[in-house]
Structures are given as structure tokens and as C-alpha cells.
């Protein structure tokens, strides 16, 4: 097809959304990504690669072809009977019925055929994963089920409620309309301190970045070295004590620790120009500073997480030595030193989609919390969006109470400067694992210096943080001791992982002197969580000694400010720049 047309039909359908006002106020530079996303894949799938078009075209043409078989078995007198779906959108016995088998497996057919064609397109690396992860979205985008006239169980549901469900879905619709995202659970159901980051303590450090909370101890004795958590600040730090059945701050608290947290402030007017350095000095370094004070530690145990990691690691790189001499131990959940490979986020973070986004970051000053959450339902785009289309505005069901849903849809803004450094200098030149390749608090970044014992935590299902990129940057440190590899995704492998009634696993041990496949093949598997096999390292590596528990919170330097979950992570900040 000529890539003028292409070009043209692509600015066509970008035109006609913006004008139409269902779309009012929909991201604009969002749209023309995807429409010029959508023109890069039909331009790939219109390119000569004979071998796959080939494919494709014997795969309709042939005789007897699918498609042929699929319309005799279909039809009224049909010779056989379609085979159910392994689709889990598709598993309702109202598939199976009628006109709804050939829709369904129309779909099925025609998406495998997009997604194999754009699977074989021969591009150079990057733009292939671009290519074949849009087509899946694509594909995915397209499915009956997402439909009201294609879908079997949506239309049931309005007969039997006398339309009354497409009434509520469409009140649904609009009420998320208004406030500018998809409804992923029972909001009201939710409250800070109440039900979510119940745990007793206290702000004992405030500055116009963070918030330091120190945790009421549960043990009349605990580890005489405290435990600092470093949370990612694109997220809200109560994951860590998300209820009392899954906090990993309580139970580390019940197993004798004295814990604090770093709660990140909502960039907003106050913190939109803060870079690494900030983040590092008034973030990192003041919450070191004033844990050691409070606590009257020799030594500190960090345990941090995502991009908090990340942050952890530059902030070990260029710390001042008397202040790195605090630091017991450093634990690495979910986090990237080497970002050669960072997995589907690699769609979102090249060179020219970057430099179109630094258009809103302009007029924003910020990288909206929406923006991100956006990007992150894209990679799951069934679960995290159509599923929900489907049951909220399709069905007019509303969705159940979910904690985690609440924690995932309650954004976070980045500044910036730091947004852009961080996609620039990290995902995309990968510099931070070359020694000199960056300089933070002007002074050369050489992770070489981060002399520290090191644990690092993956997990087996995680789509932000590679497990097999997340076990090559252990090699770039001097002192990692310990490499856990647990079953689970992002969220479910790592924080949310509690040793009560825990169906998981994970690996350790092993040979980490060579690759990350024959490190798993050597490791030693246990079912359970891995909190106490960690909490086992921290006394082997950082010591065990134990002192008795402080009988309040802070100090004469650090007084008590507010009770726990503190005042930053309550900060109504806008989401959508």
C-alpha cells in the first residue's frame, strides 16, 4: 500500500477523534502515538518480506483453508461442532451458540494471523518488539467480546435486565469520563488509616520532598540495626503495609525489627523541578541521616524497590564514604543496574517517542501519574482495560473492593527532569552500569563503589523487571551475596508476599558464576515466601544483636509530626498535568 495513503488514512482517523466528543479531552500527544504506531505497523505488514506475507496468504488460501472450515462447521447443518475457547474472554457457554462460535473464532483466526505476520515483519530488534507489541494490542483492541452487538453475554444481560444494564454501564462510562480513568475497584470502600496503611507510627522527618515514618515496634526487643525502606516515587510507599494480612512492614515488625519508610510528596508546584541530585540528597542521604540519629544505629539495613532501586544504587554510587559507612546492607527488590534489556517497557521509552512526549512534559512540568498508568495497562491490556470496558460499561456491573487495584489507580507524578534523565540516560544509553558514563552530585556515577554487602529479589513473572536482567546486574557489583528469584509478578512476587497461607516459591543459592539459566538450574527451590530466608541473610550479613525497643517515636532532633501514613501520601495532587 503507498505510504502516502497510509499516512493520509492515519491523520484521517486521528482528525476524526479529536473532533468527535467522546474523545474531548483525551491526551492528544497519546493519540497521535498510537495513530503513528498504527501506520508503522501497517506499513510493516505492507513491506516485501515474502516469506511472511507468503505465509500468511497460504494460511487463508488454502484448500480446505481455516477460514473454509470454519464456515461449514458454523453454518446451519454444519458437519461438526466449533470446539470451545481457550480464551478466557471467550469461556462463557454463550460463546459456543448461534452465530457467536463463527464470531469468536473469526476473531481468533483473523487475530493470530495480524500478530503472526506481525511477528515475522524481519525488522531491526527494537522496532520489531514495537511492531509485534502493538499488533497484539491491536488484535486485543479488536475482540467481539469488547462489543455490544458481538457479545453474547452482554446481550443477555440486557434482556434479562430490560436494558437496564447498558444504562448503567453508560452512567458508568460517563462518571469515568469525568474524572479521566477507568474505574478498577469500589473506591469508597477505601481509606488511608483506616483499612490501608493501618500500622501504628509516625513522621518523624519532614522536608519538602519526603516524609520519614517510623513504625511503633511490636517486640520488647528489636535488630539493633533499622530497617529503611526506599520505595519507587512513581508509586505510593503503602504497598509496603497495604492491610495487616499482607504489610510486610507489620510483619517485619512482628519479627523484631525497628522499621522506617521513605513517603515520597506527589510532585506538584513545590518538587517539579527536582532532578537526581534531590532525590538522592533530600530524599536517600536525609533518610539515612535521620534513621541513624533516631534510632542510634552504627549501621542501617536498605531495602528498596523498582525504580527505588534504582535511586538506591546511584545514591550508593556517589555517597560520601562517612555516610556510606552507616549502611549494613543493601536489598534490591525488582530493581536495574543494567537496563540492556528492561522487557515490554522498552516499547514506551525509545528515541522518538521520547522526544514527542517531552512536548507534555513542557506543558505539564510534570510526567502525570496517569501517563504512567496508562503505559503499565497497555502491557496487559485485557486484564487491566477491556476486561474492565467489559464489566463496568458493557454490563453496568461495578467493581468489587480490591486494595491493590486502589494502591495501582492512586498515581503519582515524576518531575521532569527526573522522568527525562531516567528514560534517557538510563533505559535508553543504559550508563548507569558504566563506570564515569554519568555524573550526579558532580561527581562520576561507578557502581564499582558500592562496596556494601548486596541482595537482589526478582521474580519469575515479572513484565517491568526482567528476573534475567535484574541477575545480570549483579555481576556489576562487588559485594552481591545473595540472588533470590521468587514465583510471582511485579507486585505478587516481591511486597506482597507473606508468609501466611503462601502458595509460592523461590529459588536461592546456586552458581552465580555464570549465566542466569544455569544459576536456575543450580538453585535451591522452597516453597513459601522468601521474607524469612532474606530476614536470615540480614542477621548473617548485617548482625543480629538486639536492643531493647525504643519507648517512643523520634527524638529531641525529630520530634513526632503526624501519625502514620503521614501527611504527603494524603496530598490531592492533579494526575493528569
Same mark, same amino acid.
Given at each position: 500500500m503507498d505510504q502516502e495513503i497510509m499516512k493520509k488514512l492515519s491523520q484521517t482517523m486521528?482528525?476524526?477523534?479529536?473532533?468527535?466528543?467522546?474523545?474531548?479531552?483525551?491526551?492528544?500527544?497519546?493519540?497521535?502515538?498510537? &495513530?503513528?504506531?498504527?501506520?508503522?505497523? &501497517?506499513?510493516?505488514?505492507?513491506?516485501?518480506?515474502?516469506?511472511?506475507?507468503?505465509?500468511?496468504?497460504?494460511?487463508?488460501?488454502?484448500?480446505?483453508?481455516?477460514?473454509?472450515?470454519?464456515?461449514?462447521?458454523?453454518?446451519?447443518?454444519?458437519?461438526?461442532?466449533?470446539?470451545?475457547?481457550?480464551?478466557?474472554?471467550?469461556g462463557d457457554e454463550a460463546w459456543n451458540e448461534g452465530i457467536f462460535p463463527l464470531l469468536r473464532q473469526s476473531y481468533e483466526l483473523t487475530a493470530k494471523a495480524m500478530v503472526d505476520l506481525a511477528d515475522k515483519a524481519g525488522l531491526p530488534e527494537h522496532e520489531q518488539r514495537k511492531l509485534s507489541f502493538y499488533a497484539r494490542v491491536t488484535a486485543d483492541n479488536l475482540a467481539p467480546s469488547n462489543f455490544v452487538l458481538s457479545n453474547p453475554e452482554v446481550l443477555k444481560l440486557a434482556q434479562e435486565t430490560g436494558g437496564q444494564s447498558l444504562i448503567d454501564g453508560f452512567s458508568n462510562l460517563l462518571a469515568d469520563l469525568k474524572k479521566g480513568y477507568i474505574t478498577t475497584t469500589d473506591e469508597s470502600a477505601f481509606k488511608l488509616g483506616e483499612n490501608l496503611a493501618t500500622t501504628p507510627g509516625a513522621v518523624v522527618y519532614r522536608n519538602p520532598l519526603i516524609e520519614l515514618i517510623q513504625y511503633t515496634p511490636v517486640t520488647p526487643k528489636v535488630r539493633a540495626n533499622p530497617i529503611l525502606i526506599v520505595p519507587p516515587c512513581v508509586n505510593k510507599f503503602y504497598i509496603f503495609d497495604i492491610n495487616e494480612k499482607k504489610s510486610m512492614i507489620r510483619y517485619l515488625l512482628e519479627e523484631g525489627n525497628s522499621v522506617f519508610v521513605i513517603s515520597w510528596r506527589n510532585a506538584g508546584p513545590e518538587t517539579r523541578d527536582y532532578d537526581?541530585?534531590?532525590?538522592?540528597?533530600?530524599?536517600?542521604?536525609?533518610?539515612?541521616? &535521620?534513621?541513624?540519629?533516631?534510632?542510634?544505629?552504627?549501621?542501617?539495613?536498605?531495602?528498596?524497590?523498582?525504580?527505588?532501586?534504582?535511586?538506591?544504587?546511584?545514591?550508593?554510587?556517589?555517597?560520601?564514604?562517612?555516610?556510606?559507612?552507616?549502611?549494613?546492607?543493601?536489598?534490591?527488590?525488582?530493581?536495574?543496574?543494567?537496563?540492556?534489556?528492561?522487557?515490554?517497557?522498552?516499547?514506551?521509552?525509545d528515541q522518538a517517542q521520547n522526544e514527542v512526549y517531552k512536548a507534555r512534559l513542557g506543558t505539564a512540568k510534570v510526567a502525570p501519574g496517569r501517563d504512567i498508568a496508562r503505559a503499565m495497562a497497555m502491557l496487559h491490556v485485557n486484564e487491566s482495560i477491556w476486561g474492565f470496558v467489559v464489566n463496568n460499561y458493557l454490563k453496568g456491573q461495578n467493581p468489587p473492593p480490591s486494595d491493590i487495584l486502589y494502591w495501582n489507580a492512586d498515581t503519582s507524578n515524576m518531575p521532569a527532569p527526573y522522568y527525562s534523565y531516567f528514560v534517557e540516560e538510563m533505559y535508553q544509553a543504559n550508563k548507569l552500569k558504566d563506570p564515569g558514563a554519568l555524573t550526579l552530585l558532580n561527581q562520576p556515577v561507578d557502581c564499582a563503589n558500592i562496596d556494601v554487602p548486596c541482595c537482589f529479589v526478582s521474580a519469575t513473572g515479572d513484565h517491568i523487571v526482567p528476573w534475567k536482567t535484574s541477575y545480570a546486574s549483579t555481576a556489576?557489583?562487588?559485594?552481591?551475596?545473595?540472588?533470590?528469584?521468587?514465583?510471582?509478578?511485579?507486585?505478587?512476587?516481591?511486597?506482597?508476599?507473606?508468609?501466611?497461607?503462601?502458595?509460592?516459591?523461590?529459588?536461592?543459592?546456586?552458581?552465580r558464576s555464570g549465566s542466569s539459566d544455569a544459576w536456575q538450574a543450580s538453585a535451591d527451590r522452597t516453597e513459601g515466601s522468601w521474607w524469612p530466608h532474606w530476614l536470615g541473610?540480614?542477621?548473617?550479613?548485617?548482625?543480629?544483636?538486639?536492643?531493647? &525497643?525504643?519507648?517512643?517515636?523520634?527524638?529531641?532532633?525529630?520530634?513526632?509530626?503526624a501519625p502514620a501514613p503521614g501527611t504527603y501520601v494524603l496530598e490531592n495532587v492533579p494526575q493528569d498535568g
Open positions: 486521528l482528525d476524526a477523534t479529536k473532533s468527535h466528543p467522546l474523545f474531548a479531552g483525551m491526551d492528544g500527544t497519546l493519540m497521535s502515538d498510537l &495513530a503513528r504506531n498504527w501506520t508503522e505497523a &501497517a506499513q510493516a505488514m505492507t513491506a516485501p518480506n515474502a516469506q511472511a506475507w507468503g505465509a500468511w496468504a497460504k494460511m487463508w488460501s488454502g484448500d480446505p483453508s481455516e477460514m473454509s472450515n470454519l464456515w461449514l462447521t458454523s453454518l446451519p447443518g454444519g458437519k461438526a461442532q466449533a470446539a470451545p475457547s481457550k480464551d478466557r474472554r471467550f537526581w541530585d534531590d532525590y538522592i540528597t533530600k530524599g536517600v542521604m536525609a533518610a539515612i541521616d &535521620a534513621t541513624a540519629d533516631i534510632a542510634k544505629a552504627e549501621k542501617i539495613d536498605l531495602l528498596s524497590w523498582c525504580n527505588g532501586g534504582t535511586l538506591l544504587l546511584a545514591a550508593l554510587a556517589v555517597m560520601p564514604e562517612a555516610q556510606k559507612s552507616l549502611v549494613g546492607s543493601a536489598t534490591f527488590l525488582s530493581s536495574l543496574l543494567d537496563f540492556s534489556d528492561p522487557g515490554e517497557v522498552e516499547v514506551f521509552v556489576l557489583l562487588p559485594k552481591v551475596t545473595e540472588f533470590i528469584l521468587t514465583s510471582g509478578g511485579h507486585v505478587s512476587g516481591t511486597v506482597i508476599n507473606h508468609p501466611v497461607k503462601n502458595r509460592r516459591y523461590f529459588l536461592s543459592g546456586g552458581d541473610w540480614l542477621d548473617r550479613t548485617s548482625g543480629a544483636d538486639q536492643r531493647s &525497643a525504643p519507648r517512643v517515636l523520634g527524638n529531641r532532633n525529630h520530634p513526632e509530626l
